[in-house]
């Protein structure tokens, strides 16, 4: 499980710099842009909620022992 929480992360992070490549930084509101930050936003609460996964893993792991 460790394994695949750890690649899931890093293709969510690749979707954030992908993404981050795809903002128009003079109209961030508007086309592409908008599609871009939520993707971003999107990623970054993916990334969050497999951190916090991976933590109630670990705590479960203590627990247990």
């Known amino acids: 499980m460790k394994i695949f929480t750890t690649i899931l992360i890093v293709l969510a992070f690749g979707l954030v710099v992908f993404n981050f490549t795809l903002l128009d930084f ?3 509101f ?3 842009s ?3 930050l939520i993707g971003i936003a999107a990623s970054l609460c993916a990334i969050f909620i ?3 996964f991976r933590m109630s893993k670990k705590i479960e792991e203590k627990l247990k022992k």
Do not use: R, S
Request: overall charge negative; glycine content about 8%; cysteine-free.
């Open 26 to 28: 003079d109209k961030p």
């Open 30 to 32: 508007e086309g592409n």
């Open 34 to 36: 908008m599609a871009a």
């Open 50 to 52: 497999l951190v916090i």
